[in-house]
Nanobody, 121 residues
Framework: QVQLVESGGGLVQAGGSLRLSCAASGSIVMIGTMGWYRQAPGKQRELVASITSYGITNYADSVKGRFTISRDNSKNSMPLQMNSLEPEDTAVYYC???????????????WGQGTQVTVSS
């Protein structure tokens, strides 16, 4: 069974840093694009950052220059370094990956369970 597990959320003061981690496990043939989304109370889920299997990154304008996404293909993991955090970054952060679980399957979207990030002012 393929799954994504996030870790690293928590409570931090404005201006502080947190590092989220996402690890894919199970029978995985190939991983395409991975990314982080977030959802604040009363708001729609939004893309925070994504990274292709070739390392091409994309960031939401609101986090450019503050967040850094990376991936370790040998470990099927994807950290998100978050610096200069602001109260507006408070949300549940979800790990996402487009993965192929077996040679006979197509790529499918997988989601983690989410991790809470709270930034106090």
């Amino acid at each position: 069974q393929v799954q994504l597990v996030e870790s690293g959320g928590g409570l931090v003061q404005a201006g502080g840093s947190l590092r989220l981690s996402c690890a894919a496990s199970g029978s995985i043939v190939m991983i395409g694009t991975m990314g982080w989304y977030r959802q604040a109370p009363g708001k729609q889920r939004e893309l925070v950052a994504s990274i292709t299997s070739y390392g091409i990154t994309n960031y939401a304008d609101s986090v450019k220059g503050r967040f850094t996404i990376s991936r370790d293909n040998s470990k099927n993991s994807m950290p998100l370094q978050m610096n200069s955090l602001e109260p507006e970054d408070t949300a549940v952060y979800y790990c996402y990956a487009n993965m192929k679980a077996s040679p006979s399957e197509y790529f499918s979207d997988y989601w983690g369970q989410g991790t809470q990030v709270t930034v106090s002012s």
